[in-house]
Every structure is written in C-alpha cells, then in structure tokens.
C-alpha cells in the first residue's frame, strides 16, 4: 500500500531561489548523479539529490531547516556531471542565500542584502554617517586639508571617534549574526535530533576549527580545487588584518597612557611588525580576491554569480585597494588620501555592520552547521527525509491508500 502525502507548495520561496542563482533548477529530473558526483556528501545520507526535489517543490520549511545546503562547499562536480545541465551547486548555493534572508535578524536587512538596489540603499547610511561625524568633530571645516603639514588621517576624524562608530557596528553585527545562527539552530535541532553517533561539543568545536583552519572540504573538490588557494589567502588575510587593528588600537592607548612619552611613534613605520602584517595581509587579500573576481569572470566551472556574490567580493576588494590607496597617497602626501581614508571607512562600517545578512554570513551560519553536523552525528548517519514530518493525508477525510 501507498500513502498520499500532502505538500505545501511555497511558489515564492521556489521563484525566491530561482532568482538567486539557481535558475536551472526545473531542468532537473532526479536521476541522481548529482549525489553520485559529489565528493562531500556524507556515506548513507546523500544530497543534493533530494534538495532538488525539495527545491522544485517549494518545501520552503524542510530546506531552512536542512543541514545539507552548509554540507555543499560550492565545488560544482555535480553540476559539470549533470546530464540536463540543472546545475545542482548553483541551486544549492541559491538556497543558502535563501535561509540566510529567512534567518537573518532583524530579517529586512537580510532581505535587503539579496540586490544591488538594496545593498546600495544600505550603503547611503555610513556614508552619511561618518560624513556627518566628520563635519561635525571638524565644526564643518577642511583645516585638516592644510597642504603644509603632513597628512595625518586622526586630524580628519580621531581614533576615539573612529572606535565610537566602528565598535558599535561590529557588535551589530556580531550580535545579529548570534541571534540569526540561533534561529538556524533550532531548525537543524528539529531535523536532525542528537544520536549516539553524534561527538561532544567540544570535539565538535575543536575538529570544526580544524577543517576551517586547513580548508580540508575545498581539497575533496574535484574540478574547482583552486578555489582553496583563494579562500585561504581571503581567509588568512583577514585574521591578519584583525591582528593589525587590534595592535594599532593598542599602541594608540599605550601611548595615551604613557602621558608625554611617546612608546611608539603613529604612523607606524614600514618596518615596524604590526605594519608588516598588516601589509602582507593585504597582499595577500588582494591575490585572493582578484583571483576569485578573475574566476568568477573567465571559467564555466565556477558557478553562477549573483548580485548576492558580487556585493560582498566588491566590498573586500574595494576594502583592499582603498586601504592601500590611502596609505600610497599618505606616504606621497596627496590630499587625495583623506578622501580614500574616507570610502576606507565607509566600506569597512558596511562590512561589519550587514557581515551576519551578506555573503560573510557563511562565517557564521557555516560554522555554527558544521559543529552542529558533529555534534548531532548528521555527518554519520542516516538524514531525515524531506518529505518526514509533512503533514499527511491521514485523517479520516484526508487520507487515501490504494492496494
């Protein structure tokens, strides 16, 4: 006997992801060589097979609570071996875009972040902002501007006005991203209930850390492997930058405290550590990010790129060349830098304050999967069908068997 099992169709959520990169998604007729293809998916536990079915179905509650879209590391094997061209990656990478617009906190920002029309509205807020502090701090004049003294970018906006706006931004962010991650949480909690396969928060964490740090997934990937080259130097160039931000903020206030002895002289020299990792890290970001735009732009096996993609590596690599720009233009003694110090800012507050409703997103939704992937022992066994837990005909007026 069969049992006839209701589905709530969500159209919007189906035209939702069709319209964020995963446009072929109704090529696909579930022959299943997209799960054959795929080097990650775990032993006894496939997608993105039923992902597609899922998707083309608009089971918009089964794949916001599903682990498997933070599984897929975007590698495209299934898609290069799809025989209708349905291009599963692409669909899957859709998808997390989706859950992250439907778990973001609050939830306009992560929808906001989907278009170039949204992130553009987004962007005016910084650039009033620290346009206004600027003035403001300055009494609405341009002394900083003096053509006869050095540049100095604290004569433009101080360092304790800087940290008043970008202190506050990163918590935002940080905060907004724990509460999306939480909302994620309890959806995968519902899905994928902790079994005895599962290991200990603490290996969990630990063996997560690890696979990040070595970039362990990217390496299974087939035909896209280089792309593991360009994460690591993205990734490591903004643990570099971290470490750069806080030293010159500790140095600020060491020389603060100091009272009339200056510890250590600003700007820093060239050859002072902090600035040499500050430098190598954005040497390094700016390989990373120009080999994922020249990616992105020339070969077939990347994927699609939506405005989604495009937001977050335009800012990085406008980050990166405004950073560089200004301290090219200190050093040459442009009046030209205060301007480029000024979108430096601007870039740098859009990033941390929207990092939790953009493509940054993935540091935290990804990792936050990851572990729970371990902890719950979904990476080890058996998922959950999609089609479990839907509302079935099986009332008395609602459900059918046939012999």
């Not at 579930?30 to 992902?51: D, N």
């Not at 997934?217 to 993205?234: D, P, S, V, W, Y």
């Not at 470490?243 to 002895?261: D, K, M, P, W």
């Amino acid at each position: 006997m069969s049992d006839r099992i209701k589905v709530d169709a969500d159209l919007k959520f189906v035209n939702g992801i069709l319209n964020a990169g995963g446009s072929d998604l109704k090529k696909c007729y579930q022959c299943s060589t997209c799960t054959v293809a795929c080097p990650l998916t775990p032993e006894g536990a496939p997608f993105p097979r039923k992902e597609m079915i899922t998707a083309q179905w608009g089971i918009k509650d089964k794949l916001i609570k599903s682990m498997d879209p933070w599984l897929c590391f975007h590698c495209n094997d299934c898609s290069d071996q799809c025989p209708r061209g349905a291009k599963p990656g692409d669909v899957m990478a859709a998808v997390r875009n989706m859950i992250i617009a439907n778990v973001a906190v609050p939830s306009f920002l992560g929808k906001a972040t989907q278009s170039i029309g949204g992130a553009m509205m987004l962007l005016l807020f910084p650039i009033i902002l620290i346009a206004a502090v600027i003035y403001g701090v300055n009494d609405g004049e341009m002394g900083f501007l003096d053509l006869n003294t050095p540049i100095d970018f604290s004569t433009m906006i101080h360092q304790v006005w800087v940290e008043v706006l970008f202190i506050p931004a990163l918590f935002f962010g940080i905060i907004t991203g724990i509460l999306g991650v939480m909302k994620l949480i309890k959806g995968l909690k519902e899905t994928y209930p902790k079994t005895e396969k599962g290991e200990t928060l603490n290996n969990a964490v630990i063996g997560t850390v690890k696979d990040i740090l070595s970039h362990s997934k990217f390496k299974e990937c087939g035909i896209n492997q280089t792309r593991n080259i360009a994460h690591m130097l993205l990734f490591y160039s903004f643990i570099g930058l971290a470490i750069t931000t806080a030293g010159v903020t500790a140095i600020y206030y060491i020389n603060l405290f100091a009272g009339e002895v200056v510890v250590t002289p600003t700007p820093l020299p060239f050859l002072h550590p902090i600035k040499i990792i500050g430098n190598l890290s954005a040497l390094a970001a700016s390989i990373g990010i120009i080999m994922i735009v020249w990616r992105r732009m020339t070969s077939d096996k990347v994927g699609t790129t939506v405005a989604f993609d495009w937001i977050f590596i335009l800012n990085v690599l406008l980050i990166v060349c405004t950073g560089i720009l200004a301290q090219v233009a200190r050093v040459a003694g442009n009046q030209i830098a205060f301007f480029i110090y000024y979108c430096h800012l601007v870039l740098i507050f859009f990033l941390f304050v929207y990092m939790p409703h953009s493509k940054f997103g993935h540091m935290f939704y990804r990792t936050a999967a990851l572990v729970y992937s371990r902890y719950s022992g979904r990476d080890k066994s058996m998922g959950m069908s999609f089609l479990e837990g839907e509302q079935q005909e099986g009332s008395e007026d609602t459900k059918e068997k046939s012999a």
